[in-house]
């Protein structure tokens, strides 16, 4: 599904943001990435997205390298990858069920979206992915309404309207209570599992990780520490990541 | 240190290093004031040149009372029975500044997508664009009303066109400010959905900035409005040119009545605009 592959980036300041990086997630797969603040997380989500060139190294997404593609043949791949972002990402002003129908708008032409909408069966779909979130009765409401966890319920449910077959999260729970970062965290990985989606997730949140990862991926100073099933994951390796990166 | 020491050092004892330190302090007042008084001469200096240079002569408007009181007195009462003459130009002047404000709408928005720098698809665009919209608000709308007058002759068009271009200067510029200004986090959520730059643009951007911009262009109506009204007077047609009119032929009931629907005309378009703003909000 996705696979990453000595994946290198170098900034024009010669600092060496990532070093030889590699992983895959597979179908039904939530990933979490670990790490310290500058340790390389974000921007190996943003090479993945390729919002940023990397240096070295290859992404395949289903038998595809999304570093051999430019312009319109990299937006057609790429849109097997969803993201949802730490901040809320959603158009303010229009209605929850039009920002999650958004994640539609790439697989339409654009003289059809602007001057017919899209089809009536994609925002059916629309709906059916707000229901998945738990918002379907929110559906009218206008999204600068929501709350942070609804919005990023929202952003979720619009990331399943672009039908992905991996899904990034780039501090999903970042700005949410407790409460709301678990419900988040439940749904990543139900959609995970029922829908057999690769999840790849970057967290600060340790206790989520242990929680709801099915492998946790350590990073440090943009180079992979450790790449464990959560079951093998000793919470003393967590602490040496932090401490390390501290040091 | 102890205290007596610190007290010491901070100025218990006057050595020539506290005696420099307070004679600098009296240099730093006297410079200050001498500052404060340099301002305020040139404060006064420029208030005066501007008596000068309008050769201000407020002696005149007493001695010109008079005039203004027989201008007055022939313009009273206004000449009521010219109303039905006044509502054609009355319609042309609302409708110059509608066809002005709608032309300038329409070339303002994808020019202010070019001009705004966090969503132009290229430094060339952006830079031709800053020049188009620049050149349309240096040149007053006077100015083009003459030259399109010259172009397509006397009446409401080419008015309608001085304004159409000049608030593609104005709303050019301030719908590129507004889209510079909004929240990028969903235009770049959007574009990563796979969505096309138009479709970013329509499902993102425009929803995001529609108060905006729908505030903008009434406020800018408001302005042609006005405008619409001095455009007149170059041959741009509408209730200005009949007010002028009136004048040459020295018809002030006319003048008193015109002006009157004037006035009425820009508080009416000063009202709805805001309430249609305040709405909006």
């Known amino acids: 599904m996705l696979r990453v592959c000595d994946l290198s980036l170098r900034y024009p300041s010669g600092k060496l943001a990532l070093t030889g990086f590699s992983l895959e997630v597979l179908p039904g797969e939530l990933v979490v ?11 190996l989500l943003r090479c993945i997205t390729r919002t940023l060139k990397p240096s070295a190294g290859e992404v395949w997404l289903d038998g595809i390298n999304l570093c051999a593609l430019e312009g319109e043949k990299l937006r057609q791949a790429r849109l097997g990858l969803a993201m949802v972002w730490q901040q809320v990402s959603l158009v303010r002003r229009t209605s929850v069920l039009a920002n999650v129908a958004s994640g539609a708008l790439g697989r339409y032409s654009t003289l059809r979206t602007v001057f017919a909408g899209l089809p ?31 919005a990023q319920r929202v952003a979720i449910a619009r990331a399943l309207a672009q039908r992905p077959r991996v899904l990034l999260a780039d501090e999903p729970v970042a700005s ?48 992979i520490a450790f790449n464990l099933p959560r079951s093998e994951l000793s919470r003393d390796a967590v602490r ?8 | 240190m102890s205290v007596d020491a610190a007290q010491a050092g901070a100025g218990g004892v006057r050595g020539p290093g506290n005696s420099s330190g307070s004679n600098s302090g009296t240099w730093g007042g006297a410079v200050g004031t001498a500052i404060r008084f340099v301002l305020i001469l040139l404060g006064i200096g420029i208030v005066v040149q501007t008596f000068i240079v309008v050769e201000a002569r407020p002696q005149d408007l007493i001695t010109g009372v008079h005039g203004m009181a027989d201008l007055i007195r022939r313009a009273v009462p206004p000449d009521f029975s010219k109303l ?26 994808p020019l202010a997508m070019l001009a705004a720098s966090n969503v132009t698809p290229s430094r060339l665009a952006y830079y031709i664009a800053r020049a188009i919209i620049g050149l349309a608000r240096a040149v007053p709308d006077l100015v083009w009303a003459l030259l399109f007058v010259t172009a397509v002759g006397l009446g409401p068009f080419p008015g309608g066109l001085a304004l159409g271009v ?10 590129a400010e507004t889209i510079e200004q909004m929240d990028m986090a969903p235009i770049h959520a959007l574009e990563l959905t796979g969505a096309r730059r138009i479709q970013v643009f329509s499902h993102g951007i425009i929803p995001t900035i529609l108060p905006s911009l729908l505030g903008i262009s009434l406020y800018r109506l408001d302005e042609n409005i006005r405008s619409s009204l001095v ?17 040459n032929l020295f018809q002030y009931q006319e003048v008193s009545l015109l002006l009157i629907i004037i006035f009425v005309i820009v508080l009416a378009a000063e009202r709805l605009s805001a309430a249609l703003r305040a709405h909006l909000d």
């Open chain 1, 33 to 43: 990435v670990l790490g310290g603040n500058g340790s390389g997380k974000s921007t």
């Open chain 1, 120 to 150: 009536a069966d994609e925002l059916e779909a629309a709906r059916d992915h707000l229901a998945d979130v738990g918002l379907a009765p929110l559906a009218a409401q206008r999204a600068g309404t929501l709350s942070g966890g609804q």
């Open chain 2, 166 to 175: 000049h608030s593609v200067g104005m709303l050019g510029r301030l719908f």
């Open chain 1, 176 to 223: 949410l209570d407790p409460e709301a970062s678990e419900e988040i965290m439940r749904l990543l990985q139900k959609l995970a599992h029922s829908e057999q989606l690769g999840v790849l997730c970057v967290l600060h949140q340790i206790e989520l990780a242990y929680a709801y990862a099915d492998r946790v991926i350590g990073i440090r100073n943009g180079q």
């Open chain 2, 84 to 109: 039905p003459a006044a509502v054609w130009p009355t319609l042309q002047t609302i409708d110059i500044a509608l066809f002005g404000t709608m032309v300038g709408v329409i070339i303002a928005v």
């Open chain 1, 240 to 247: 040496q990541l932090y401490l390390s990166e501290a040091a």
């Open chain 2, 231 to 247: 455009l007149g007077f170059v041959g741009a047609g509408g209730i200005g040119f009949q007010l002028l009119t009136a004048m």
